[in-house]
């Protein structure tokens, strides 16, 4: 009998305390996400710097929210007092009902990480991954319970964003699914549901977008400019193509390109060169303050 098909695995309780594992871009926005809903969030990365500054991120994003909405800051802050930024697993894991992941796009990485919360939070915790292309089943399947692992593939920005794509895997149980699409629905979001096929829904259409348009610019077809500008204007959507790979972050775009070229060996996914370039020369995007175009410290693009 395998650890799936087990019937005597712990009963799932409601979520009230949730687990963010890595603070940086996705994991923020998740936690302020999760604490705006109300939730009690621990924000976890490797170190003390990184998870406040995480935590820093998220009371911005809080902050932006409340004067979007027209409510009072201090709505914001007191959501954002329900995170705690800590270093390391170790005790922060100890009592929690669900961990999201939200770690860099790298297989070897995930896998890492939910073998060790698997050691760590209780059997009862269901651990769910921010993955945007990689299978759950692969995530899931070194674990001694693969069963309780599930995908929620959240967007960024996650407090503006209303979707997140729901992916179960080869062995998640199907109460577990349900315990994490009741989640995304108390966080406002809608959910679609998706086979655990590299890219799901989302990101396979996303990557071809962006690869080519990445390939037209190589190629000199037309402008940086012209190619968003087009994007924007003639399919009504709200940022450009190379607008939106830095907002993702290019060497993610990379990332995830490399996962549906080994998934499906489809020239759809053959990553552009300039792609590649960039990330060598180390233009990631708004997170680097460079990528196709420039942003300035305190804001804005050129």
Known sequence: MTASSATTEPPLGPVTRVLVVGAGIMGSGIAAQCAHAG??????????????????????????????????????????????????????????????????????????????????VPSRTVLASNTSSLPITSIAQELADPGRVVGLHFFNPVLQMPLV???????????????????????????????????????RALAVLVNEAAWMLFEHVASRDDIDAAYRLGFHHPMGPLELVDLVGIDTAVAILDVLWDGFRDSRYRTCPLL???????????????????????????
Do not use: C
């Not at 009741?182 to 829904?201: C, E, I, M, N, Y």
């Not at 460079?290 to 693009?301: D, H, L, M, Q, S």
């Open 39 to 120: 939730f009690s969030v621990v924000l976890e990365d490797v170190s003390e710097e990184l998870a406040r500054k995480g935590l820093a991120n998220a009371t911005r994003a809080l902050e932006r929210l409340a004067e979007r909405e027209a409510r009072p800051v201090a709505l914001a802050r007191e959501a954002a007092a329900r995170i705690a930024p800590v270093a390391g697993l170790g005790a922060a894991a100890a009592d929690v009902d669900l961990a999201i992941e939200a770690a860099p796009e790298q297989l070897a990485i995930k896998r890492r990480l939910f073998a060790e919360l698997e050691r760590l």
């Open 165 to 203: 794509e729901l992916i179960a895997g080869a062995h998640t149980r199907p109460e577990v699914t349900e315990l994490a699409r009741s989640f995304a629905a108390r966080l406002g979001k809608t959910v679609v549901t998706s086979q655990d096929s590299p890219g799901f829904v989302t990101t």
């Open 276 to 302: 590649r370039t960039m990330v060598a020369a180390g233009k990631l995007g708004r997170k680097t303050g460079e990528g196709f175009y420039t942003y300035p410290a305190k804001g804005g693009r050129a």
